[in-house]
């Protein structure tokens, strides 16, 4: 599977939000195949520099070299987005211009089989985008109790009768039915409205690889580290595919950007808000039609940008 079966997705309104300079530095914390990371290195030229963040090591071994032509400009780390100030810190950096977060699986982790995220084609129940460090979904599952796994369908997937759904995967785990993706996808498609508009699977699939990954856990501990790796007038810019996760990076970008709650008429702030970012999207951006039909990926993407703002 090529690097470049993965197409960067919003790739000119992220670069426009970035706004990459000349010398600057900026960190990529889900490389990936590295698409978006080679723009913002053609922008900043030929002393700008990136930092190249990603659990996948495959990834990072596809990025590198992608991004070789840019020699020593790029460096590369093998770790999650939640330990980005660490990361930094044993880098020398102590604050960067720009920080890229591009959630979820890129197509390249989605498309190969032996990974486990997709039913299309059999594969083992891993679903694991760090396969170094994390624990596959094979040695999950059997740990979970049926409300928890009731309770993941239900709120990561929206999975309709999620309850049945859980009891289901479960009578097939406890039958030995449930060797890989394929009889997953069978387990949860029994008993599933016929002429549902998509599998029954999809849903749940989504659901268990954000269980996983522990995605949102991941997503909340950047937020809550901003503006920290942040220069003053440094960007951040997210690119989300879920509606929890936009929710997040939506409250998360107003709080930083602090509100201030005094009554009104009061001739100075006296509430204490302080305002550390400034929003650069009002309302998530979202891709044209052109874009989704040439990349289905992009039909739910929700990109938020803010800048850090003087102390
Ligand atoms: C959608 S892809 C990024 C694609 C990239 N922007 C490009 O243009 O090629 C997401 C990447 O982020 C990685 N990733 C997801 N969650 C992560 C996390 N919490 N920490 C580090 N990397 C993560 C995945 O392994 C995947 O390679």
Redesign the pocket.
């Known amino acids: 599977v090529g690097?470049l079966s993965?197409?960067?997705?919003l790739?000119a309104p992220t670069i426009e939000l970035l706004a990459p300079r000349p010398g600057g530095v900026y960190v990529?914390?889900?490389?990936?195949?590295?698409?978006?990371?080679?723009?913002v290195l053609e922008r900043s030229g030929p002393d700008g520099r990136l930092l190249g963040?990603?659990?996948?090591p495959r990834?990072l071994g596809l990025?590198a070299e992608r991004l070789r032509a840019f020699g020593p400009r790029v460096r590369l780390a093998h770790?999650?987005?939640?330990?980005l100030p660490a990361i930094l810190a044993r880098e020398g950096l102590s604050s960067v211009d720009g920080l890229?977060v591009?959630?979820?699986?890129?197509?390249?982790?989605l498309d190969d089989p032996g990974r486990g995220f997709s039913f299309q084609a059999d594969g083992p129940l891993d679903m694991r985008?760090?396969p170094v460090r994390d624990e596959p979904l094979a040695a999950l599952l059997p740990r979970l109790s049926e409300d928890e796994l009731a309770r993941a369908l239900a709120d990561l997937g929206e999975v309709p009768r999620a309850r049945q759904a859980a009891r289901r995967i479960r009578a097939a785990l406890a039958e030995g039915r449930l060797g890989g993706t394929r009889e997953l996808a069978r387990a949860l498609g029994e008993g599933a409205r016929a002429g549902a508009r998509i599998h029954p699977a999809t849903r749940a699939f989504m659901a268990l690889r954000l269980l996983v990954?522990?995605?949102l856990g991941?997503?909340d501990s950047?937020l809550a580290s901003l503006p920290a790796p942040l220069a003053v007038g440094g960007r951040v810019v997210v690119?989300s595919?879920h509606s929890l996760e936009d929710r997040r990076v939506k409250q998360r970008l107003l709080e930083l950007e602090g509100r201030c709650v005094c009554p009104a008429g009061l001739p100075v702030c006296r509430c204490g808000v302080q305002t550390r970012m400034r929003r650069l999207t009002r309302r998530a951006l979202r891709a044209e039609q052109a874009e989704i039909e040439q990349n289905p990926?992009a039909r739910s993407v929700r990109l938020r940008a803010a800048e850090r703002l003087a102390a």
């Open positions: 690097a993965h197409q960067p997705v790739l990529d914390a889900t490389l990936g195949a590295g698409g978006h990371a080679a723009a963040v990603d659990r996948d990834a990025a770790g999650r987005m939640s330990e890229l591009d959630l979820g699986v890129s197509s390249m982790q985008m760090d990954n522990d995605e991941e997503l950047l690119l595919f990926r």
